[in-house]
């Protein structure tokens, strides 16, 4: 279990920092998916990429890694607007087959689900924290 958690807390980690990364060198496409109703898209794409390169480097140090894991739910939570920008507006799809944006919006639970899992602490249980211990 704890090797399970582990190995899945390095891959979280690993996409988490990979996609920031993305943001900064390629943050047109990024911006293209901003809802046009949100201010400064350019602001927001790079605001997300930090948050998304520290929430995964913030899994990895125990001190803070309850702290990264929620939020990277809030960021998930963030930018779910831009997830669904994408199935409404056709410019922002960029050619993806609808029912791939579609099936895409469930996998923000996934995510979510994913982050609080591998931010607990290894030996605590689904309702311990990490300060009772």
Do not use: C, K
Not at 95 to 100: F, K, R, S, T
């Amino acid at each position: 279990m704890i090797r399970r958690r582990t190995a899945l807390r390095y891959v979280l980690a690993a996409a988490m920092v990979s996609v920031g990364i993305v943001h900064f060198v390629i943050p047109g496409w990024f911006v293209s998916i901003v809802p046009a109703a949100l201010p400064a898209p350019m602001t927001l794409v790079l605001v997300s990429g930090a948050f998304e390169i520290l929430g995964g480097l913030g899994l990895l140090a125990p001190r803070v890694r309850r702290a990264a894991s929620v939020g990277l739910v809030l960021l998930y939570v963030s930018v779910f607007p831009a997830n669904i920008n994408m199935i409404v507006d056709a410019r922002a799809s960029h050619g993806i087959a609808p029912w791939l944006l579609w099936a895409r919006l469930p996998l923000q639970a996934v995510f979510i689900a994913w982050a609080l899992y591998v931010g607990r602490d290894q030996h605590s249980g689904p309702g311990q924290s990490q300060i009772a211990q």
